[in-house]
Nanobody, 130 residues
């Protein structure tokens, strides 16, 4: 049974930083999966924030977070991370970790699509105050 557990959320002031982590269990190796971060506000659809393709270091980002967020994967710890810098109030949301076993090209084509992912964490709240 694959499980994803997020941590690292919290409250910060605008301009601050947070680092989210997602611990994966049940995977043979997190390196074999397309892994992504999504965020969601109440009443809205989940938005793809960033993803990393399987078997490599190629990453994908939403335009709204490019240059401020960085996704990475620690294969030894089977952990997915999201470093968030220069946070803005509009980054406030529940953040979710997601994963799916697909080829790198399918990851590239659907990294920001909620329906493309099979496994989801429970979410961690990020609140940025102005």
């Amino acid at each position: 049974q694959v499980q994803l557990v997020e941590s690292g959320g919290g409250s910060v002031q605008a301009g601050g930083s947070l680092r989210l982590s997602c611990a994966a269990s049940g995977y043979t190796s997190i390196d074999d999966y397309c892994m992504g971060w999504f965020r969601q506000l109440p009443g809205k659809e989940r938005e793809g924030v960033a993803a990393i393709r399987p078997g490599g270091v190629t990453t994908y980002y939403a335009d709204s977070v490019k240059g401020r967020f960085r996704i990475s994967r620690d294969n030894a710890e089977n952990t997915l991370n999201l470093q968030m810098d220069l946070l803005k109030p509009e980054d406030t949301a529940m953040y979710y970790c997601a994963g799916v076993s697909v080829s790198w090209d399918r990851c590239a084509g659907g990294w920001d699509t909620q329906g493309a992912y099979k496994y989801w964490g429970q979410g961690t709240q990020v609140t940025v105050s102005s």
